[in-house]
């Protein structure tokens, strides 16, 4: 069976808060994707059951707040959200998922070259992502030259987006593979 690319639109997102990019980055990726090529079955799952709270505040070192969630979508086509954010001292900070199957015929390492060629397409340069070894398959770093960047994974048939505010421990980037790592044990555990 051919497989068709798409090119999904990635719009600047300077100046949002985490959880509007995380919201915007949902309403973005539930069109994105092919729905002709191979599907590997990914049903849906709530992306706070891979993200929790508790989780979230060992990393950020505050409490957080019941989280914000979003799902749309239905059998093989969804994707979920889940956002939590908490006060420490004058400063708020945030975590976010966002989770969907990629649709990738050939398997995560050819859904993150999409992805990626994707993103430059829309973006040029500044769309691709630096390689971070460890994580899932395959899983890239994108800093959008604002105080928000994210981490994208691809593990088996799904692809998650994670952020995660700089705490005086940790860049984002720290915080977001710290928490990656746990998204992929509870998703294991599933």
Known sequence: ???RQHSCPHPSFGGLSL??????????AAGCGDKTAAVASAGAIDACTLLTAADVETVLGTAVGEPQTRSSGKDDFWVATCNYSGEAGSQTRSA???LRPHHGSEGA?????DYEAG????????GAL????GIGERAGWQDFGTSIGQLAVFQGPYHFILSASATAEADQLTNAKTLA???LEHLQAR
């Open 181 to 183: 790592e746990r998204v």
């Open 109 to 113: 390492p050819q859904a993150y070259a």
């Open 19 to 28: 959880a509007t990019l995380i919201v915007a980055t949902c309403l973005l």
């Open 1 to 3: 069976m051919a497989t």
């Open 119 to 126: 993103l430059i397409a829309e973006l040029g340069s500044k």
């Open 96 to 98: 976010g998922l966002l």
């Open 130 to 133: 630096a390689p971070v070894e």
